[in-house]
Structures are given as C-alpha cells and as structure tokens.
C-alpha cells in the first residue's frame, strides 16, 4: 500500500525519488532543523535576548506562517468556534507553549544544547506514562510488549535522574572551536564553558519542559476528537501563547530596550526559531507521520542529539560531562524499549484482528471490516502529532 501511495505521490510532484527515501531524507533534515534549534536558542540567550522576548516574537513567526493554511485547507472540517473550545485552546496554549517554552529556555540557560536535547529524549516514555495512569494508554504486564514499555519508562526515568543528579568530570573539551578562532566575538565566547551555571537547576526547569510536553501530547487527543482542524488548534494556541508570554512580560520584562532586535544575529535567532523550528518543522512532521507512522518519526529522535552534541562541540566549545552521556544512553535505550513495545503491541493488534473475524457476517464484510481495523491500528499513533515542537 505504501509503495503503491509513494508512486502516485512521486507521479503527482513529477519526481522518480522512491516515497521511503523522502520520508528518511525528511527525517534527517528535520532532526538537523531541531538541532540547530538548540544551539541557536543558547545562542540567542548569550547575546542577552529576553526569555520572554524570544518566544513572543518566535510564536508570532509561527502564527503567521501556519494561520493562511488553517484558514484555507480547513475550511470544511473546522467546527464552529465556542466558549468551550477558547477556554481548552487557552488552557491547552498554558500547557503547550508557555510552560513548555518558558521552561525549556530557563533549563538551556543553565544547562546547554546537548543536554536538553537528551532529556527530551524521555518525553515519548513520559507521555506513554501520563497516558498509562490515565487509562489512555493499555499496559499489560503479562506479555513481552507491556513489560518492554515499563521497563523503557523506568530506563527514562532513570536516564533524567542522572543528568540532574550527577553531572560528573567533563571527558571531551574541544581544542579547537569557533571560540579560540574568534575569541573577540561574544555571540560564542564562552558559550560552552559550564563555569556560573546551575546544573541541577537547570536539568529540573528541562524536566519540567518535557513534563509540559508530554502533557500537551496527552491532553490534546480529546481535544482533537470535537475539533479534528490540527492547523487551526495549532494556530489557535499560538495566538494564546502570545497573548500569555505577553501577560508575563508586562510584570517581569518592563524595560523597553529588551524587545528591540539590536543585531543581524538577534533576527536570525528569531526567525530560525519561529520558521523553521516551529512553522516549517511543524509540516514536516506532519506529513512524515501520515505517510511514515509515528513510530517511524520517533525512533529519529536520538539522532538530533547526537547531531545537536556535534554542533555544540564545533561552534560553541561546548564540554562532555560523564553524567551526561550516561543519563543519555539510558533514555536512547529506554526510549527504543517503549517503541519496541509499542510496535510488538500494533503487530498482536493485527494479529487478534485477522485470526478473529465477527463469525455472522457474510465473507467479503469480514475481509472489508478485518482491512480496515487493521488499517486504523497502523494509524494510531505513538504520540499526537507535536509542534515544537511549537
């Protein structure tokens, strides 16, 4: 079925490239994207950008980006707006966005790139969790698949715990980076040294940035049953993030100055983070886990990690902490374990689905009805479909 879309989909844009090799390129370009998110993000945090400043402008980007293709491509399946879905829209945007946001920009103010984008890591684990204790999610103990979901939560856990707990001696300092090369320029001057930064504290504001995520990715699946227009919902709480980054502001960033652009560097930082990171990221990933599975789009995860590591390491000088790179491999494992068992879980699905058809019902009704349960259990996904990282 999948080679049989890919040829139409190749047909209708004109190109020969095999659907499969678009989705891996896709991937790969969206895990950079988000890599570069990160360094940018510090970046901007080190030229002195407000962390208020930035998500106001960045969600503001993002808004303007998606709002002239929710408004148009979802005309028809966009339900009437009512008080009741502004007051989810605002209490999912608070969930979403501000805390999501506001904590991921404090954690990487006392942490750096590599370690936030570890930590992120554990957020497919934390979500399998919420929605477990939730009722949301099934978890059973006696099969191989449940016990594997467990198990990877408690490897997450445990990887999060060790970054925020133990950052131990730095085993990889860079000799040669964009600080030695450029020492004069303070966008990168000691960007990557960990000296006046608050480790811990760091790692517990990141940890509330996945809590935060994770929350949102739970929450907003029966939101989505009664308003199933993804680009307006998205659209709809970036304009309720805005309006609360702003509340923020009007008691802790007063001072005028800091909502002026005051260099090239500044508007790059904003305009990465509210374009690519958020607007363009965002359709991508959509569209990689309709035709690819989310399960496919999550196992790239660990691969902005190591991608985001290396380019701290080149461009900011940025150290490798022994705690660090433990805390990191438990939650790749742990994260590949809950995917693992997620997969074994759709594949039973399956299974039970084919081998027991409703025994009343004529041949052909069987085989149309056991087709399309097997098609809608493929197209669940692991985790809702995510804007930020928005």
Not at 74 to 93: C, D, G, H, N, W
């Amino acid at each position: 079925m999948a080679d049989t879309d890919g040829s139409v989909t190749s047909k209708r844009m004109g190109c020969s490239i095999p659907e499969k090799f678009q989705l891996h390129a896709a991937m790969l370009i969206l895990q950079f994207g988000y890599a570069g998110f990160h360094v940018v993000s510090r970046v901007a945090l080190n030229m002195g950008i407000s962390k208020v400043v930035f998500p106001v402008y960045r969600n503001i980007l993002a808004l303007l980006l998606l709002l002239p293709f929710a408004y148009f491509l979802e005309k028809k399946e966009r339900p009437p707006l009512t008080r009741s879905f502004v007051i989810q829209f605002f209490l999912m945007a608070i969930v979403g966005i501000t805390a999501n946001q506001g904590f991921y920009l404090l954690g990487l103010e006392h942490t750096s790139p590599t370690f936030a984008s570890a930590i992120q890591n554990s957020v497919p684990a934390i979500t399998f969790l919420m929605a477990a204790l939730l009722r949301i999610e099934q978890v059973r103990l006696n099969r191989k698949d449940g016990i594997a979901k467990v198990v990877g939560t408690c490897f997450c856990v445990a990887g999060a715990t060790v970054i925020t707990l133990y950052k131990g001696p730095a085993i990889y300092t860079p000799t040669k980076t964009l600080q030695t090369m450029a020492p004069a320029n303070p966008t990168v001057h000691e960007l990557g040294n960990a000296d006046g930064k608050n480790w811990t504290l760091g790692c517990i504001f990141l940890i509330g940035h996945c809590l935060s995520w994770s929350g949102w990715l739970v929450l907003q699946k029966p939101v989505l049953k009664s308003y199933p227009a993804r680009l307006s919902f998205t659209s709809y709480q970036c304009f309720f993030g805005i309006l609360q980054f702003l509340l923020i502001a009007a008691f802790i960033e007063r001072d005028g100055q800091a909502w002026m652009i005051h260099s090239g560097g500044e508007l790059f930082t904003v305009f990465y983070a509210g374009v690519v990171a958020s607007g363009i990221a965002f359709a991508v990933q959509i569209w990689c886990i309709d035709r690819g599975g989310p399960v496919f789009v999550a196992v790239y995860q660990p691969v902005q990690t190591l991608v985001v590591a290396i380019m701290a390491s080149l461009a900011l000088g940025e150290q490798f902490f022994l705690g660090g790179v433990i805390g990191a491999v438990l939650i790749i494992i742990g994260l590949y374990l809950v995917l693992w068992g997620k997969n074994e879980e759709q594949k039973f699905a399956m299974q039970k689905a084919a081998a027991i058809p409703p025994p009343t019902a004529p041949e052909h009704v069987i085989n149309s009805r056991t087709a399309a349960h097997i098609k809608s259990s493929l197209a669940q996904p692991l985790l809702a479909p995510s804007s930020e990282n928005v």
